[in-house]
């Protein structure tokens, strides 16, 4: 079963690995206040889709070319929910929301804006357009 979710390339620091990943679609969105990356203009969002055998393998290596500067990211299946930070990667059980937990504390605690963290169930304040 695929796992979907979004990379925004501005949070790469060697966009090349972007070749390696099956984008299903891009689209742009203006930075404004709210997204606490005054250094960019914009977020440039690849929805991707990640096979369930590369899964693993792809969290390792977006987590060694994340910045290290407020980012992650996240794809997940049916069951399993990926978030990939900086040199860090959790792998949560979407069947056990608890499991989030741990994952906003670390987010929380590299200074993602907590509205940011809306892979968690519990925090419905951050939402983006639908593509």
Do not use: C
């Not at 792809?58 to 992650?72: F, I, K, N, R, T």
């Not at 996240?74 to 069951?79: C, G, N, V």
């Amino acid at each position: 079963m695929p796992y979907y979710g979004d990379i925004i390339a501005e949070s790469l620091t060697n966009k090349g690995i972007l070749e390696d990943v099956k984008v299903i679609n891009t689209r742009v969105e203006p930075v404004t206040p709210r997204h606490k990356t005054p250094w960019l203009k914009q977020w440039t969002l690849h929805h991707i889709e990640v096979a369930d055998d590369e899964a693993e393998g792809l969290a390792q290596v977006l987590s060694e070319v994340l910045d290290d500067h407020h980012w992650y990211i996240d794809y997940k299946s049916d069951t399993t929910h990926y978030i990939i930070f900086p040199h860090k990667i959790f792998a949560v059980n979407r069947g056990k929301p608890e499991e989030y937990k741990p994952v906003v504390d670390y987010g929380l605690s590299i200074r993602i804006p907590r509205h940011q963290l809306d892979f968690s169930p519990a925090i419905k304040e951050w939402e983006r357009p639908k593509s």
